[in-house]
């Protein structure tokens, strides 16, 4: 289009104070999020699977269960936020969070995700490639296995995938921005074996080493001398020269 564009990201780098504020300013959010570090305190370095698809997306009770099949069939160690989805009477495997106790923690409502992704016990992020969440996840430096589901999250997910190759897909194939019980459901042993691929396969370690090169990378564009910082400095010089 010929317009001058100033490139300002990753802004969670630079904003990592805010979700510390938008916590302590609810207590209860901040509880919640207190006891999601304090289970990831417990675990080893880069062994757990953080698991999050926004709020945007309900999923049906069948794809709900086949998730957790995939999660348990897996044996890694997750930590599952359900910010939006059915009530667990109607989809949960029977005995799943007794046979998952120390091994799952199963957050439902919202966490501090910016956290969560920064705390040294995640390894992965099974997300639904909405554009925020990849940045975070880059900036954090951690792999993804990806599971679009409407919108650009196709388009983003070929780049983690195929251009980065900081990613594993899941095999999701059709765009929905509502339940539909007809859609196609990735089953569990899909998201059994993207998860083992991303955890733990012989694959896993390059993919890691990837992902840890870009975010360091994005941690530098937003430091003194960046390029994002140069941006911002050269967007405000440019108000600055149009101001009456």
């Known amino acids: 289009m010929g317009r001058k564009a100033w490139h300002l990201r990753p802004i969670s780098l630079s904003n990592r104070h805010i979700e510390d504020i938008d916590q302590g300013a609810n207590n209860t959010a901040s509880m919640d999020g207190q006891e999601c570090l304090r289970w990831l305190d417990s675990k080893k370095p880069k062994s757990v699977l953080y698991v999050c698809f926004g709020s945007m997306f309900r999923f049906s009770a069948a794809q709900l269960l086949e998730i957790a099949r995939g999660l348990e069939a ?3 160690h997750f930590m599952w936020v359900q910010i939006n989805n059915e009530d667990k009477e109607e989809w949960m495997p029977e005995g799943f969070e007794e046979r998952m106790q120390g091994k799952g ?5 919202r966490a501090p995700q910016i956290q969560i992704l ?9 997300t639904h490639c909405e554009w925020n969440s990849i940045l975070e996840s880059i900036a954090a430096g ?11 999250q196709f388009f983003n ?3 983690v995938t195929d251009v980065l190759r900081i990613g594993v897909g899941v095999g999701a194939q059709e765009w929905s921005r509502w339940i539909d019980e007809k859609i196609f459901i990735v089953k569990k042993d899909d998201i059994a074996n993207a998860v083992t691929q991303l955890m733990v396969s012989e694959e896993a370690e390059k993919i890691r080493s990837k992902a840890k090169v870009l975010g360091e990378m994005a941690r530098r564009t937003v430091e003194d ?8 400095n050269s967007l405000l010089e440019n108000l600055r020269l149009h101001r009456p």
């Open 225 to 232: 001398g960046g390029s994002s910082y140069s941006d911002l």
């Open 118 to 126: 920064e705390h040294e016990a995640v390894g992965g992020f099974l």
């Open 74 to 76: 897996s044996g890694q």
């Open 105 to 109: 923690f199963i957050k439902r409502g």
């Open 157 to 159: 997910e070929k780049l």
């Open 142 to 152: 951690v792999p993804m296995a990806t599971w679009p589901l409407y919108g650009e």
